[in-house]
Every structure is written in C-alpha cells, then in structure tokens.
C-alpha cells in the first residue's frame, strides 16, 4: 500500500496524474488528506477540490509500502507542518520503505536530513533547500536508494512510471507507457 498525501494547496497534476497511472499498474496507492480538520477533501494550488481515499486519522503503517508527496504551493508547506506526514516520513526512512516527492516536496526531505550524500531533484528555485544533496537540475526523476524525486508538473508522468518500474517492473512500465501513448 501506497499513501499519496495531500494538504491544502497540493499540485493537482502531481497528485492525479500519479495515483491514475500508478492504479493502472494495479499498484495499491490510498490518497489521504492532511488538513487540521480531519477532513477527506483537500483543495489543491488551482482550486481543484479532491475527495481524498482517507483521512488522516485512518493511515496506519500496517502494509505500508511507501508514500508520495506531491508538491504544490503552499502545499508542500501543509504537509511539511503536519506532524502525520512528519511521523510517516520518519517511518519510512527507517523502515527501508519508499519515499517519493515530487516538485516542492523534495524540500521536505531536505530539511529532514534525508537527503546527505544522496541525488536528488525538485522544482526549479528549491534546490536549495535539499540539504547535502547532489541535485540534478536536467532530470525528470531521481532514484537514489528508496528516494525518488521528481522536478515538476510536466516530468510527472516520467516520475509515476519510475514508480511502477520498481514496484512492477520495467515491462510494466513500458507496457503502460506504450498503452498511454508517452514517449
């Protein structure tokens, strides 16, 4: 199981377009909103509202494989304040679970500490943020031990497929390329 979480503010082409081809690919990912509320629907940067799979209050980290955060402004920021996300990062990283952030987020790993000796990428104008990383400004998405990052909105497919290629494999992967028409 994989938790997409979403706060107020999220990037809504990060966040849909990321769980939709992850489901395709039979991959099992729950978005969950992060709001001080406890509420499942989250409206994102550009005044989306989504219905999230999940509260906050139901995550657990039973069957927890991983989990995805999308970036957005000020989204990134909610999920950086919320003590939910802080907890599930934490678990993650010390349980040798996935960790993926696109955009802004990747900053939250950076100020997490994460980030040291690994490569990584985010949006432009953030890189200064991922603390001791070695950022690389020309990729879609990084893969450095159980981190993917992602640079933005438009590498998004790019960064969903790096997903399936590890969690189903590269055939899977390709073939759901092929069968979206991506190139």
């Known amino acids: ?75 990134t920021t909610n999920l950086e304040k919320s003590k939910t996300v802080g907890e599930l990062v934490r678990y993650c990283a010390e349980n040798d679970k996935y960790i993926f952030a696109i955009c802004a987020a990747p900053q939250i790993l950076g100020h997490m500490g994460l980030l040291k000796g690994k490569h990584a990428t985010c949006y432009p104008g953030f890189e ?6 070695d950022y690389k400004e020309d990729a879609s998405a990084v893969l450095d031990g159980k981190i993917v990052t992602g640079r933005g909105p438009g590498c998004t497919v790019d960064f969903a497929m790096l997903i399936v290629e590890l969690l189903k494999g590269a055939d899977v992967a390709e073939k759901l390329r092929d069968s979206m028409q991506c190139p």
């Open 1 to 75: 199981m994989l938790y997409c979480l979403v706060a107020r503010g999220f990037e809504e082409i990060e966040t849909v377009t990321t769980v939709d081809i992850l489901r395709r690919a039979g991959i099992d990912v729950c978005t969950v909103g992060i709001s001080k509320i406890n509420s499942d629907m989250i409206v994102g940067a550009h005044n989306m509202t989504l219905v999230t799979d999940l509260k906050q209050k139901e995550v657990s980290t039973k069957n927890l494989e991983g989990i995805i955060l999308p970036g957005g402004m000020p989204g």
């Open 128 to 133: 200064g943020e991922l603390i001791g990383a």
